[in-house]
């Protein structure tokens, strides 16, 4: 048994002076409180724990892109044009290498479980590799390595658009039709730290005859579903001239909303889409800092959690890892949007960066400190430029109003300390594998 002995902790509602949280296999067995010095022999997190945090939606190789995507005018549609030139060099070897380093980055910004939405699946042309799922294996090898959990969503991805077969960059996404993708995706195990969901890239990616057999997948294992959902007017547009419906409302036509399931990004939606999502239990992640980046819009957050769709959070295109900043900036951009602020508390914030995120990714034990829950933890420093001044027992507000990722001094995963003192335990020196591992990619 391990005992951590955190300085002030986030226990759902208030923050708690000097708490002690005990661990064995992996899960927290017992919280007691008023515990003012640390005990014996306990590993002493100083300043405020929360739960882990959840990245529900990251594409890892996105982050060979960042610095450069910025660069010019443009739009989502420019930016894919130079996302497709980084797949198109991806390997299973390679994308090991930037995975691992981009899954360090996010345990030192608190991340203990990511949502990884995947879908370059073979080789640049078509061809399947010797192991089907070669690159699948290897993001949750490098999760491993980096000491996080992973959700896999294997991605069912097979046209351009309505009614167009892949082009040259998608052939590499795709398996030809559903049942083809799902017989691949019944390879994949799950491990102690790897869940398997699946997902539909999109509703111009996957034809509607096929989106059945992809919700039906999901069903049958009670597997996490996550789905781009109405990011851009166009494919909004294009889907009402397609099928005479939003892309809401054809998903729900075909049996794919429900309580597993997250749409992502939902920035487009009318009142019947919001109350589709809402009153069919299907979660919200948005990613504010992507839809930001890309000009994608704001989401109508507020009415979809109203409508009854849980939120939760991701960094997407990681143009930033800061999980953070991204519950930080769903509630600002909803002040700039209405003008008015006050939204969400901070405690709700918290809750879509972790419990909520945590149950979007399939991992429903975690996201709480209490006993049984999953012993993920992160801890927020209170004494940096950024935190320092604010009372600690107002410190929910201090972490996702002032604090960033570089205020994370300690992430534990499953019990194991994965960042002690700002430091990766695993990735010795994560700039540097970060360094190497995009430049690998440099064309």
Not at 234 to 258: F, I, K, Q, S
Not at 322 to 337: G, H, Q
């Amino acid at each position: 048994m391990t005992t951590y002995w955190l300085e002030h902790a986030w226990l759902d509602t208030h923050v708690e002076p000097g708490v002690a949280v005990e661990v064995a296999d992996g899960r927290i067995t017992a919280v007691r409180t008023d515990v003012p010095t640390p005990p014996p022999g306990a590993e002493i997190l100083r300043g405020l724990t929360l739960p882990g945090l959840a990245n529900a939606h990251s594409h890892a190789f996105h982050r060979a892109l960042r610095g450069t995507v910025q660069v010019g005018s443009g739009t989502f549609w420019t930016w894919r044009e130079v996302m497709y030139a980084t797949a198109d060099r991806l390997t299973p070897e390679s994308y090991h290498a930037l995975a691992r380093a981009v899954y360090a980055e996010m345990a030192l910004a608190g991340v203990t479980s990511v949502g990884e939405f995947h879908y370059v699946h073979h080789a640049p042309g078509g061809t399947p590799y010797a192991d089907p799922n070669a690159m699948g294996e290897a993001l949750i090898a490098a999760a491993a390595d980096a000491g996080i959990r992973i959700t896999l969503l294997d991605t069912a991805y097979l046209s351009a658009g309505f009614g167009q077969p892949p082009n040259t960059h998608q052939l590499r996404f795709s398996d030809g039709t559903a049942e083809a993708w799902a017989e691949r995706c019944s390879l994949l195990k799950e491990r102690d730290h790897a869940r398997i969901g699946v997902a539909i890239h999109s509703v111009r990616a996957v034809p509607a005859g096929e989106l059945a057999t992809v919700a039906a997948w999901a069903e049958e294992r009670r597997a996490p579903l996550h789905v781009h959902l109405s990011e851009q007017t166009a494919e909004n547009d294009a889907c009402r001239e397609a099928h005479g419906r939003t892309p809401t409302r054809l998903l729900a036509d075909h049996g794919v909303l429900g309580p597993r399931t997250t749409g992502v990004h939902n920035t487009h939606l009318t009142d019947e889409d919001i109350a589709l999502l809402g009153g069919s239990g299907t979660g919200t992640c948005m990613c504010p800092t992507t839809e930001r980046d890309l000009a994608d819009g704001i989401g109508p957050a507020v009415a979809l959690q109203k409508a009854g769709s849980p939120l939760s959070l991701g960094s997407d295109s990681h143009a930033v890892i800061d999980l953070l900043e991204e519950a930080r900036a769903m509630e600002l951009n909803e002040r700039l949007r209405t003008r008015t602020r006050g939204h969400w508390t901070a405690a709700a914030l918290l809750r879509a960066a972790s419990a909520d995120g945590h149950a979007a990714l399939g991992w429903d034990a975690a996201g709480t400190i209490e006993p049984g829950a999953l012993a993920d933890l992160t801890t927020i420093a209170l004494d940096s430029v950024r935190t320092a001044g604010p009372l600690p027992r107002l410190g929910a507000e201090t972490a996702v109003f002032a604090a960033t990722a570089a205020d994370v001094r300690h992430t534990v995963v499953g019990g194991r300390q994965v960042v002690r003192d700002g430091a990766h335990t695993l990735v010795p020196d994560v700039p540097q594998a970060l360094a190497r591992a995009v430049d690998a990619l440099r064309g």
